[in-house]
């Protein structure tokens, strides 16, 4: 392959979160099955110091990639703790989409889809598919298809002053528990039901809930509430030290105890028990989930609640208590860290099918 000739993909998926990034690179055979491969890194962009070049960030080889935006540099991919200045704030804001830091992570997507792919110095992508929180959807879906479409560029970390060339033909913006629903109904063909189902999706800046009939949205029922995990884990920190809201590591630890329901956290050389903060994490639980049921309306006609995210299990648990008498209707996603991502991935090969007269 001469190093000037593109290579071409269909569709690639990315799911842009405040704790981690998620992506699609293609579908990949594993057996006998046509499985999408996925691959996720920290939702971390640190801006590199003014004197530091791309070559010289990248000496050493940390995995990760240089990424300019508005001639910004930044340091975005599974090592890019190691330029953290150790404050990395985590606003939940409704125009996040359209920040700088944003498109650093979704460029540093397409870092990892262009190195995956084997590209030389460029890559097309056919049709890329992101997702956004319904809260947010309908101000900025337009904006972020636009913002993602078109060229590109990343620094060659070999050549200093080149550049790999990433071109998006087509970009589409799809709610994202819409993801999760379509990644569920694909994988269980035979269960799947034409009722109505709840998808529940606790990410790490806002809890979504979409209700559809089948695969048919109300969308007067679904919506979005700005807290999640994030402020599950912010509830702890406040207790004990507020200035550790900034410390992406620290946030980092205090979620994953959360989430795996851990009895304690370790951070600073100190143990600090998880039940001692129990009251605050259940008041951000109740605070969200009630917004949600308010939204939702009655329950009783619900014939599916699917939990996903990554914070599925801490909702799931908690909604299980307070509404025992809908356990039997209620599933856990068999992979609800990735499964908006791919529902993303499927749902971009469906809208790339030609048409058929």
């Given at each position: 392959?001469?190093?000037?000739?593109?290579?071409?993909?269909?569709?690639?998926?990315?799911?842009?979160?405040?704790?981690?990034?998620?992506?699609?690179?293609?579908?990949?055979?594993?057996?006998d099955?046509?499985?999408?491969?996925?691959?996720?890194?920290?939702?971390l962009?640190?801006?590199?110091?003014?004197?530091?070049?791309?070559?010289?960030?990248?000496?050493?080889?940390?995995?990760?990639?240089?990424?300019?935006?508005?001639?910004?540099?930044?340091?975005?991919?599974?090592?890019?703790?190691?330029?953290?200045?150790?404050?990395?704030?985590?606003?939940?804001?409704?125009?996040?989409?359209?920040?700088?830091?944003?498109?650093?992570?979704?460029?540093?997507?397409?870092?990892?889809?262009?190195?995956?792919?084997?590209?030389?110095?460029?890559?097309?992508?056919?049709?890329?598919?992101?997702?956004?929180?319904?809260?947010?959807?309908?101000?900025?879906?337009?904006?972020?298809?636009?913002?993602?479409?078109?060229?590109?560029?990343?620094?060659?970390?070999?050549?200093?002053?080149?550049?790999?060339?990433?071109?998006?033909?087509?970009?589409?913006?799809?709610?994202?528990?819409?993801?999760?629903?379509?990644?569920?109904?694909?994988?269980?063909?035979k269960?799947?039901?034409?009722?109505?189902?709840?998808?529940?999706?606790?990410?790490?800046?806002?809890?979504?809930?979409?209700?559809?009939?089948?695969?048919l949205?109300?969308?007067?029922r679904?919506?979005?509430?700005?807290?999640?995990?994030?402020?599950?884990?912010?509830?702890?920190?406040?207790?004990i030290?507020?200035?550790?809201?900034?410390?992406?590591?620290?946030?980092?630890?205090?979620d994953?105890?959360?989430?795996?329901?851990?009895?304690?956290?370790?951070?600073?050389?100190?143990?600090?028990?998880?039940?001692?903060?129990?009251?605050?994490?259940?008041?951000?639980?109740?605070?969200?989930?009630?917004?949600?049921?308010?939204?939702?309306?009655?329950?009783?006609?619900?014939?599916?609640?699917?939990?996903?995210?990554?914070?599925?299990?801490?909702?799931?648990?908690?909604?299980?208590?307070?509404?025992?008498?809908?356990?039997?209707?209620?599933?856990?996603?068999?992979?609800?860290?990735?499964?908006?991502?791919?529902?993303?991935?499927?749902?971009?090969?469906?809208?790339?099918?030609?048409?058929r007269?």
């Amino acid at each position: 392959m001469k190093p000037d000739t593109p290579v071409v993909v269909d569709v690639r998926a990315i799911d842009v979160g405040y704790f981690s990034i998620k992506l699609s690179l293609g579908r990949k055979l594993v057996g006998d099955s046509s499985t999408i491969a996925t691959a996720l890194f920290p939702s971390l962009a640190p801006r590199l110091p003014a004197g530091l070049t791309p070559q010289s960030a990248l000496h050493g080889k940390p995995d990760g990639c240089v990424v300019a935006v508005e001639d910004v540099n930044y340091f975005v991919g599974r090592d890019a703790i190691l330029y953290s200045s150790g404050r990395e704030p985590r606003e939940v804001l409704a125009d996040y989409s359209q920040t700088d830091k944003y498109l650093a992570l979704m460029r540093g997507a397409l870092h990892y889809i262009f190195k995956d792919a084997q590209a030389k110095s460029e890559l097309v992508i056919r049709h890329l598919v992101l997702g956004l929180p319904l809260n947010t959807f309908g101000e900025n879906r337009d904006k972020l298809a636009q913002r993602a479409m078109g060229e590109h560029l990343l620094p060659d970390p070999v050549h200093p002053g080149a550049h790999r060339r990433i071109t998006v033909e087509r970009a589409s913006v799809i709610v994202q528990p819409q993801g999760a629903l379509v990644s569920y109904a694909a994988n269980h063909t035979k269960t799947f039901q034409d009722g109505w189902v709840l998808v529940v999706d606790p990410g790490g800046g806002t809890l979504d809930w979409y209700v559809a009939r089948g695969r048919l949205p109300n969308w007067q029922r679904s919506g979005a509430y700005p807290k999640s995990m994030l402020a599950c884990a912010y509830a702890v920190a406040d207790k004990i030290d507020a200035t550790w809201r900034d410390n992406f590591e620290i946030i980092e630890r205090i979620d994953k105890a959360i989430r795996e329901n851990a009895p304690s956290f370790k951070t600073g050389g100190q143990t600090y028990e998880l039940s001692n903060f129990a009251t605050g994490i259940e008041a951000v639980l109740k605070e969200s989930t009630d917004k949600m049921v308010a939204k939702l309306g009655s329950l009783d006609n619900l014939d599916t609640i699917l939990f996903t995210g990554g914070g599925a299990k801490v909702y799931h648990d908690f909604f299980s208590k307070r509404y025992p008498k809908l356990a039997s209707i209620m599933a856990m996603d068999d992979d609800p860290v990735f499964a908006n991502v791919k529902g993303f991935h499927v749902a971009g090969e469906i809208m790339s099918m030609p048409v058929r007269a």
